[in-house]
């Protein structure tokens, strides 16, 4: 899976921990993910969010035959964060051979939860 040029890349994500039962994900709180006022955008917790569970959701597939997609996240936003660096921790509610849920957990760096997501994602075949 290529990871380079790509929005992740970007906001300056990287992955901590890869296993298929939990994946680990931080994100620096900067300018690169501030809402206008100067706080931590919803829109990247989502994103980080969804980063996360697609990743372990690819983790569960065969790449070869089939792909993950997003299809319903939700997010409560608990915190807000100014600076620093915040941490997202996925694990897996379902693994399913059509569907996965995924619960998505966002700290800061004293462990004080930030946001609380479910995103669901679909498996599907690749076409031919």
């Not at 993910?33 to 959701?57: C, D, K, Y």
């Not at 379902?94 to 946001?115: A, F, K, N, Y």
Request: hydrophobic content about 40%; charged content about 20%; some cysteine.
């Amino acid at each position: 899976m290529d990871m380079q040029n790509k929005l992740m890349d970007a906001l300056g994500i990287k992955f901590i921990e890869t296993e298929k039962e939990k994946i680990v994900v931080t994100m620096p709180v900067d300018e690169r993910t501030h809402q206008p006022a100067g706080f931590l955008h919803g829109g990247a917790s989502v994103l980080l969010a969804e980063t996360a569970a697609s990743i372990g959701g690819y983790l569960h597939i065969d790449p070869a035959t089939q792909a993950v997609f997003g299809v319903e996240i939700n997010a409560n936003h608990l915190r807000s964060k100014r600076e620093g660096i915040v941490t997202a921790t996925a694990t897996p509610v379902h693994i399913g051979r059509t569907s996965m849920v995924w619960t998505i957990s966002i700290t800061d760096e004293t462990d004080q939860l930030v946001c609380i997501s479910r995103c669901t994602l679909g498996v599907v075949e690749r076409r031919k």
